[in-house]
């Protein structure tokens, strides 16, 4: 699923306007990062966005479909649909479909663990 680089600087300028995006290799894919939290992967230039509990009805009801892994023999699906392809010429879908992306990954964060603080002796 390997992502290339145009792909990858496209949509990075494509969701510009919602934070500081970043890009990074993983898997032979990408993912795609909003301020330090990731909310889309790119798989053979293919984008999917993030979904959890709220937001995957929704996708589904769009007609999209889940991404699907195959590991040790067996198909599984991950939590990222595919992207709606309106988002790419209509900037109000484009806004629409990026909030529920960004809304499942800021969801799904794990608070971060407080360090402990050292004794003084």
Not at 38 to 52: E, S, T
Request: aromatic share 12%.
């Amino acid at each position: 699923m390997p992502a290339s680089a145009s792909y990858s600087e496209y949509i990075k300028d494509l969701f510009s306007p919602f934070g500081d995006i970043t890009v990074r290799k993983m898997f032979g894919g990408a993912g795609v990062y909003c301020n330090g939290a990731i909310f889309a992967i790119i798989g053979d230039d293919d984008l999917w966005l993030k979904v959890d509990d709220v937001t995957r009805a929704e996708f589904k009801d769009a007609g999209l479909y889940p991404f699907e892994v195959e590991m040790k023999g067996k198909i599984g699906t991950m939590s990222y649909y595919c992207a709606p392809e309106q988002i790419y010429d209509d900037n109000d879908a484009l806004r629409h479909w990026a909030k529920l992306a960004l809304g499942a990954s800021i969801r799904g964060q794990k608070p971060k663990k407080k360090k402990a603080k050292k004794k003084k002796t």
